[in-house]
């Protein structure tokens, strides 16, 4: 997704003091959400709202190299969960984030939650990407018989837990998974996979195409959601992800 442009290595986080200055006193379990090059302003504040609002008690903490937080393994140790809000392109993406690879799926394979959008959808799969699927992505745009062809911002139909439903999106991915132990939360109209989640090692992975995190202001230039600014369906997502605990 290219909506909203722009900061990579992965640093070490000194968790003798480091870690308490910015885990606070919140009680609240640590959802890191990335904000660097490989996402774009709105995506990640938008995500972190998702989180912050949602079912589970979690806190949103920005990391990246730009950050107080690090996005390193020392940094991930303290979270619960790992969130790749949307972006460029997955090419630039897997750029600015196969420095991090190794640490994220180590923290997923051990027991951590992994949420991915639209871009953090892409770069869940193999090729180029994390490999933290059980199969890969590909472009929905180039699927038959997609209902959108272009990679524009626009709302696209889904079935969502069998109710039809609106979503943002913005050259989205669907998810060619081995569906034995995946959760399926919603498909386009053309049947392809709109949000999964799926067990890796001890963690889990939780995916989607369009973008249940939009907020109002990423609505313009005429592109309307018929069911309104709702954000039922991340949040669904979310309880999905820290209620499931399968392996693979």
């Known amino acids: 997704m290219r909506r909203r442009a722009l900061m990579a290595g992965v640093g070490t986080l000194a968790l003798s ?5 910015w885990m606070g006193r919140d009680e609240r379990a640590v959802a890191l959400v990335y904000r660097g090059p490989a996402s774009v302003p709105g995506c990640p504040e938008a995500v972190a709202a998702l989180i912050d609002t949602g079912p589970v008690a979690l806190r949103a903490v920005f990391c990246g190299p730009q950050e ?3 996005l390193s393994s020392g940094a991930l ?4 969960v790992f969130a790749q809000p949307g972006g460029g392109t997955l090419r630039e993406g897997w750029e600015h984030m196969r420095p991090y690879a190794r640490a994220i799926r180590e923290f997923t394979a051990a027991g951590g939650r992994y949420l991915g959008f639209c871009l953090g959808g892409y770069l869940a799969g193999a090729t180029p990407g994390f490999a933290l699927l059980p199969g890969d992505t590909a472009r929905y745009i180039d699927t ?10 626009t709302v696209v139909p889904v079935r969502w837990r069998n109710q039809r439903r609106h979503l943002f999106f913005q050259d989205g991915p669907v ?9 399926v939360l919603a498909r386009y109209g053309n049947g392809e996979i709109a949000a999964a989640v799926a067990g890796y090692g001890a963690g889990t992975v939780g995916v989607v195409g369009p973008h249940p995190e939009a907020d109002r202001s990423w609505y313009r230039d005429g592109v309307v959601n018929p069911d309104g600014i709702r954000f039922d369906l991340g949040h669904d997502l979310i309880a999905a992800v820290m209620a499931e605990q399968t392996s693979s």
């Open 77 to 80: 140790a303290e979270a619960a």
């Open 144 to 153: 038959a018989g997609a209902a959108v062809r272009t990679p524009e911002e």
């Open 17 to 21: 003091g480091a870690a308490a200055t």
């Open 175 to 183: 998810f060619r998974l081995r569906e034995g132990g995946v959760t």
């Open 68 to 70: 107080k937080v690090p």
